[in-house]
Nanobody, 114 residues
Framework: QVQLVESGGGLVQAGGSLRLSCATSINIFSVTAMAWYRQAPGKERELVAS???????VYADSVKGRFTISRDNAENTVYLQMNNLKPEDTANYYCNTRPYRPNWGQGTQVTVSS
């Protein structure tokens, strides 16, 4: 069974930074793209950022210029560097392929205080 293990979340003040990591049993070099998603309470899960096998990145408008997605194919790990965090970034963050597969990890909680 595919494993996705997210880590790096926490409580941070507005303007702060966090770096999320996603360790996976997926051979990420074999998939078209990996992505980070997030889900805030009472809201639907949304795409935050994705990165293709070739390194092409896509970001949600709300995080452009603040978040950076990257990948380490050798380690099967995907990262999300989050800078200048805002309270509206508060959510549980998940990684998965894009398009996503049905199995999700537990995610990692990011809470940004104002």
């Amino acid at each position: 069974q595919v494993q996705l293990v997210e880590s790096g979340g926490g409580l941070v003040q507005a303007g702060g930074s966090l770096r999320l990591s996603c360790a996976t049993s997926i051979n990420i070099f074999s998939v078209t793209a990996m992505a980070w998603y997030r889900q805030a309470p009472g809201k639907e899960r949304e795409l935050v950022a994705s990165i293709t096998r070739g390194g092409i990145t896509v970001y949600a408008d709300s995080v452009k210029g603040r978040f950076t997605i990257s990948r380490d194919n050798a380690e099967n790990t995907v990262y999300l560097q989050m800078n200048n965090l805002k309270p509206e970034d508060t959510a549980n963050y998940y990684c998965n392929t894009r398009p996503y597969r049905p199995n999700w990890g537990q995610g990692t909680q990011v809470t940004v205080s104002s």
